[in-house]
T-cell receptor, first 112, second 113 residues
Framework: GENVEQHPSTLSVQEGDSAVIKCTYSDSASNYFPWYKQELGKGPQLIIDIRSNVGEKKDQRIAVTLNKTAKHFSLHITETQPEDSAVYFCAATSGGSYIPTFGRGTSLIVHP | NAGVMQNPRHLVRRRGQEARLRCSPMKGHSHVYWYRQLPEEGLKFMVYLQKENIIDESGMPKERFSAEFPKEGPSILRIQQVVRGDSAAYFC???????????FGSGTRLTVV
């Protein structure tokens, strides 16, 4: 089955800096890669996703890049704000399935 | 739109008791997924259900755990004879069909004492 590795496990930045979270996956047939943000005491919320036929996608301060050859994808947050502090999960969905495999999460702390 | 509703938010059970976790999917969603989240770990898939059918239970422990999604009413995740290792946050998600992108509920935090 699919295996997703996520790094770093903790990321601490100053407000206004950029943050990058990286994930690798094992199944070359995976074709959908969502990112979720989980705030304390809440469920994960989908913040951005990318499909395998696209190399990059951007939504305001958030962008995701995908390198299919290397089987890795990254989340980029620019101009970080304290409200960006949360746990971020990447996931990969193998072809033929709609059930994603999640990474272990990255705790992002943005210091004001 | 109330979103995915899970209850209770917090549940405390003594070892050996039964735990019942409920999930009402978003309006118009007929597919439900249950995940377990242990402290400082990712989300682990447990089971995928459609109305009255279990589609994929490959992540469900073989004993003590069961799930259902009846024609009427919420989906239920049932854990019999709970043990301390069952303590975790259990999340339900729903989708309108076989499509990408879930909507998650706020979870039920089960504590076994």
């Amino acid at each position: 089955g699919e295996n997703v590795e996520q790094h770093p496990s903790t990321l601490s930045v100053q407000e206004g800096d950029s943050a990058v979270i990286k994930c690798t996956y094992s199944d070359s047939a995976s074709n959908y890669f969502p990112w979720y943000k989980q705030e304390l005491g809440k469920g994960p919320q989908l913040i951005i996703d990318i499909r395998s036929n696209v190399g990059e996608k951007k939504d305001q301060r958030i962008a995701v890049t995908l390198n299919k050859t290397a089987k890795h994808f990254s989340l980029h947050i620019t101009e970080t704000q304290p409200e960006d502090s949360a746990v971020y999960f990447c996931a990969a969905t193998s072809g033929g399935s709609y059930i994603p495999t999640f990474g272990r999460g990255t705790s992002l702390i943005v210091h004001p | 739109n109330a979103g995915v509703m899970q209850n209770p938010r917090h549940l405390v059970r003594r070892r050996g008791q039964e735990a019942r976790l409920r999930c009402s999917p978003m309006k118009g969603h007929s597919h439900v997924y249950w995940y377990r989240q242990l402290p400082e770990e990712g989300l682990k898939f447990m089971v995928y259900l459609q109305k009255e059918n279990i589609i994929d239970e490959s992540g469900m422990p073989k004993e003590r755990f069961s799930a259902e999604f009846p024609k009427e009413g919420p989906s239920i995740l049932r854990i019999q004879q709970v043990v301390r290792g069952d303590s975790a946050a259990y999340f339900c998600a729903s989708s309108p069909g076989e499509t990408y992108g879930y909507t998650f509920g706020s979870g039920t935090r089960l504590t076994v004492v």
